[in-house]
């Protein structure tokens, strides 16, 4: 912790130099993005909480370090980091903490930092004077669709002195759309549709209530899932292993539908296993029943449910940043970046509508932080959406380019949804394509250059053939049982698909640390190099943009990466008798 108090004797003490002068345009937007409105200038008196990111020492060598904990070739695979050996990579050099700390006491601008490594700082000012220190004019924007509204500036400058040693102010120049949450659709137990019908169901997959069992056949609940994948249902024995659940807008987890569900779907189960609350600013978790969410329902019911005996935290980030351009998402990994023990897998269904929505500035700087925290050793997966190439439902771009999701970044491992039971096929809602800001990774080159190769010109121009490719792996997510405020029903969604891998993840660490053996912590490059470990999907496509998408295909493909699990296999792979 020098970082943090080497931050705060500074804060105290550099209060009587001059202010310094020649402000360069940091970062600039041209026009407003499409989808907002101008509403006019902030109120002087609005206070605006800021975050800077300041130029970390040694980035390189701390990405150096983590793949030579993740490649399973290397002499040094699973020798994950600890906190105070990534702190030494991420903190910024002193020249750099003093340059930006005597700036900002030098104008009378409290701060304090904001992350463990001191890369992060934070400060509230008024709007009046944000906009004189950073030569801006901070305005409120509308987002037309919402009516959710924002302050942000069109530019902002710092001392060219100082050009050198940040990266970002923010939130200033992002504008994002409200954050994408849940499941596409709730069906309930009332009107549930007949949905796609495999050709024949798995074992455990009309194990359902009678309720439903007369609409489709197709239901995905634990017992099925365990059936397809071939998941133990014997109880995990290391509790060292656990599973971290990110909440966010307000979603509460019910232990009291958590109940039910196990009661219906687990009684092999305790119906009483509970999950723990981790808060991040000011989070919290609301019992009352009708409070519930149904992604945080989802979420929690397919990794307590799945996961069988790992222990599983809700992760309830609050309001304290919903006028943040990262929306929380900042916070939340600042905050287990922070933890001597953080979880060893984080599952998040929330993300942006498209990668787009943020600057490259923040979305690299955010990527960053993942990649401090995945060099802890924890799995870091998200959902990859549920747009299709049109990453999100609702976006317009027929005839134009397709739209990459948010993130994208390589130390996050995105899933994708699969459709039905006995054979799986891509689900048509699975977002999947190339990044417009991340190059395509080593680890993945091979398998990706292959699909490029078979799909030809198909679309050539309307996606990037050298960016980062998702998803990488996908896991059931339509038709999945839920209980959500008592009643019964049917969501799909890749919201489904990141909590059930989550839970496979947490089951195989489980088995590993009781072996005496590292969590597979950052999954990107072992995946890769072991394709053989997943059910291959070959047949369904991810249609948007006026287009059927992409198809599925043998190997690596933009709608299931490269399959769904195989427990057995994974076990295999991971070196697990």
Not at 18 to 35: C, T
Not at 183 to 195: F, R, T
Not at 494 to 505: D, G, K, L, N, Q
Request: proline letters at 7%; one cysteine or more; glycine letters at 8%.
């Amino acid at each position: 912790m020098l970082a943090v108090a080497y931050l705060a004797s500074l804060a105290l003490t550099l209060v009587s130099a001059k202010p310094l002068a020649n402000l360069v345009v940091h970062e600039r937007r041209d026009a407003v993005p499409s989808g907002f409105v101008h509403s006019g200038a902030a109120p002087a008196s609005e206070p605006l909480n800021l975050r800077i990111n300041l130029v970390q020492s040694n980035l390189a060598g701390l990405e150096s370090a983590l793949n030579a904990a993740a490649i399973p070739t290397s002499p040094s695979y699973g020798k994950w980091l600890s906190k105070e050996e990534v702190e030494v990579f991420a903190r910024p050099s002193d020249e750099t903490t003093a340059a930006v700390t005597q700036w900002l006491s030098e104008n009378g601008v409290e701060f304090s930092p904001a992350s463990a490594a001191g890369d992060w700082i934070s400060l509230s000012v008024p709007a009046a004077k944000a906009n004189e220190l950073f030569k801006a004019d901070f305005s409120v924007f509308t987002h037309i669709a919402s009516g959710q509204q924002s302050i942000r500036t069109m530019e902002y400058s710092l001392p060219a002195s100082l050009q050198a040693h940040i990266k970002l102010v923010t939130p200033t120049t992002s504008f994002n759309a409200p954050r994408r949450a849940g499941p596409v659709l709730v069906k309930s137990e009332a009107a549930a549709p007949q949905g796609p019908t495999p050709a024949a169901s798995a074992a455990g997959c009309s194990n359902l209530p009678a309720a439903l069992a007369k609409y489709l056949t197709g239901t995905i609940t634990p017992t099925c899932l365990q059936s397809m994948y071939k998941i133990p249902t014997t109880a995990a024995t290391n509790k060292s292993s656990t599973i971290g659940v990110a909440g966010f807008s307000d979603q509460f987890a019910n232990q009291a539908d958590l109940t039910q569900f196990l009661k219906a779907q687990r009684t092999d189960m305790s119906s009483a296993t509970a999950f723990s609350l981790t808060s991040v600013d000011g989070g919290t978790n609301s019992q009352t029943r009708d409070d519930a969410g149904v992604e945080a329902n989802l979420d929690i019911q397919y990794t307590v449910g799945l996961a069988t005996g790992v222990p599983v935290t809700f992760v309830s980030v609050g309001d304290a940043t919903k006028d943040g351009a990262d929306e929380g998402f900042l916070d939340i990994i600042t905050a287990l970046i922070a933890e001597k023990t953080p979880p060893q897998v984080l599952t998040t269904s929330y993300g942006f509508n498209t990668e787009a929505d943020l600057s490259k500035s923040l979305t690299f700087a955010m990527c960053d932080s993942y990649m401090q925290l995945a060099a802890r050793g924890v799995s870091i997966l998200f959902a990859s959406g549920d747009g299709g190439v049109a990453a999100t439902p609702g976006e317009t771009c027929t005839n134009k380019p397709f739209l990459p999701t948010f993130p994208t970044c390589p130390f996050v491992t995105l899933v994708g949804a699969t459709a039905g039971a006995s054979p799986e096929l891509g689900a048509s809602l699975s977002a999947g394509g190339f990044s417009n800001y991340f190059p395509q990774q080593s680890w993945q080159a091979t398998a990706v250059k292959a699909y490029i190769a078979s799909i030809g010109t198909e679309y050539a121009g309307r996606y990037n053939t050298t960016g980062r490719a998702y998803p990488d792996i996908s896991a059931s997510g339509e038709n999945v049982w839920i209980v959500q405020d008592a009643s019964t029903g049917l969501v799909d969604g890749t919201s489904c698909s990141s909590p059930i891998f989550a839970s496979v993840i947490g089951l195989l660490n489980s088995e590993l640390l009781s072996a005496g053996k590292p969590v597979l912590g950052y999954l990107n490059p072992w995946l890769y190099a072991n394709p053989k470990a997943f059910n291959d999907i070959t047949t369904g496509s991810n249609p948007g943009c006026g287009t059927t998408g992409f198809p599925a295909k043998a190997g690596w493909d933009p709608v299931t990466g490269l399959g769904s699990p195989n427990y057995p296999a994974m076990r295999a792979a991971a070196g697990l008798s």
